[in-house]
């Protein structure tokens, strides 16, 4: 089975970058979709993006779009989010997930695996 752990979060200025990692254990981890949500105090877990198991064909939530980055190595069995021109509105705790349809998916509950989260503050 595959695990999950998120890394990278911190504080960050408004306009400044940051770059998460999601380290995975498991031989099965290749053929995975990873996908990466975010949840703000007070609000619900939302999509952020997500990348097939190739790392060909990638997904992004509108807020994002142009700013955040996926990406996946393989042979390194990790998943990152680069995340550019950052907004005090992008604070939340982020999380990486997993799905066994290899594919990208918005839709929270088709993931499977979850990481414990990284905080991200992003302040003005």
């Known amino acids: 089975q595959v695990q999950l752990v998120e890394s990278g979060g911190g504080l960050v200025q408004a306009g400044g970058s940051l770059r998460l990692s999601c380290a995975a254990s498991g031989r099965t981890f290749s053929s995975y979709a990873v996908g990466w949500f975010r949840q703000a105090p007070g609000n619900e877990r939302e999509f952020v993006a997500a990348?097939?198991?190739?790392?060909?064909?990638?997904d992004y939530a509108d807020s994002v779009k142009g700013r955040f980055t996926i990406s996946r190595d393989n042979a390194k069995n990790t998943v990152h989010l680069q995340m550019s021109s950052l907004k005090p509105e992008d604070t939340a705790v982020y999380y990486c997930?997993?799905?066994?349809?290899?594919?990208?998916?918005?839709?929270?509950?088709?993931?499977?695996?979850w990481g414990q989260g990284t905080q991200v503050t992003v302040s003005s």
């Open positions: 997930a997993a799905t066994g349809t290899g594919y990208t998916s918005t839709i929270q509950y088709e993931y499977s695996v």
């Open positions: 990348v097939s198991w190739s790392g060909r064909s990638t």
